[in-house]
């Protein structure tokens, strides 16, 4: 099982700031397979990046991830108010797919 | 639009089973597989299971291997996921949610919340 490392557990920024989360496999996770989500309180998680920089419909440019092998980034750019949620960071490259255990971007 | 409407919320007593339903519209089921997700309280997603509606295969997490059976039925476009044997521990909100194209886990239902107490 491909374990999922994220970093920081909680980031607390003020709007207007840049935030960089990082997660980090314990094997090599194909980019094709990277995935970040964010999830609001009684909300499902939704969609940021696929494929470890793809932007999913409707997810603003200031929402960017990169990486590869075992080290992925999901940067946020100008945060806004509505940025301070959890955000995940999930692989789907192998059974079982997993998921890291989160950072919650709070306001500062 | 593609959604995905799940049932509703189940309250059962240790050992009992429950079978929650995610019908998808918006889309062609059988184009896609569909995942399964629980979150406990306080805690992140975790994958269960995922099932190709086309030809009904599944591939489960070990964790829920002898407890879970995911199943579909095309005609109404719906698949179902049942969970024996609840315990405590198996109070969370489940999510089903479809692997679209490039397999990105796009879409989610809105979650099932399923409460195990004596």
């Known amino acids: 099982e491909i374990v999922l490392t994220q970093s920081p557990g909680t980031l607390s920024l003020s709007p207007g700031e840049r935030a960089t989360l990082s997660c980090r496999a314990s094997?090599?996770?194909?980019?094709?397979?990277l995935a970040w989500y964010q999830q609001k309180p009684g909300q499902p998680p939704r969609l940021l990046i696929y494929?470890?920089?793809k932007r999913a419909t409707g997810v603003a440019a200031r929402f960017s991830g990169s990486g590869s092998g075992t080290d992925f980034t999901l940067t946020i750019n100008r945060l806004e108010p509505d940025d301070f949620a959890v955000y995940y960071c999930l692989q789907s490259d192998s059974s079982p797919f997993t998921f890291g255990q989160g950072t919650r971007l709070d306001s500062k | 639009q593609v959604q995905l409407l799940q049932s509703g919320t189940e309250v059962r007593k240790p050992g009992a089973s429950v079978k929650i339903s995610c019908q998808a519209t918006g889309y062609t089921l059988t184009s896609y597989y569909m995942q399964w997700m629980r979150q406990a309280p306080g805690q992140g997603p975790a994958w269960m299971g995922q099932i190709d509606p086309s030809r009904g295969r599944t591939d489960y997490a070990q964790e829920f291997q002898d407890r879970v059976t995911l199943t579909r039925d095309t005609s109404i476009s719906t698949v179902y996921l049942e969970l024996r044997g609840l315990t405590p521990q198996d109070t969370a909100v489940y999510f089903c949610?479809?692997?679209?194209?490039?397999?990105?886990?796009?879409?989610w239902g809105q979650g099932t919340l399923v409460s195990v107490s004596s």
């Open positions: 949610a479809r692997a679209g194209p490039y397999d990105a886990i796009d879409y």
């Open positions: 094997q090599r996770v194909s980019s094709a397979y």
């Open positions: 494929s470890s920089s």
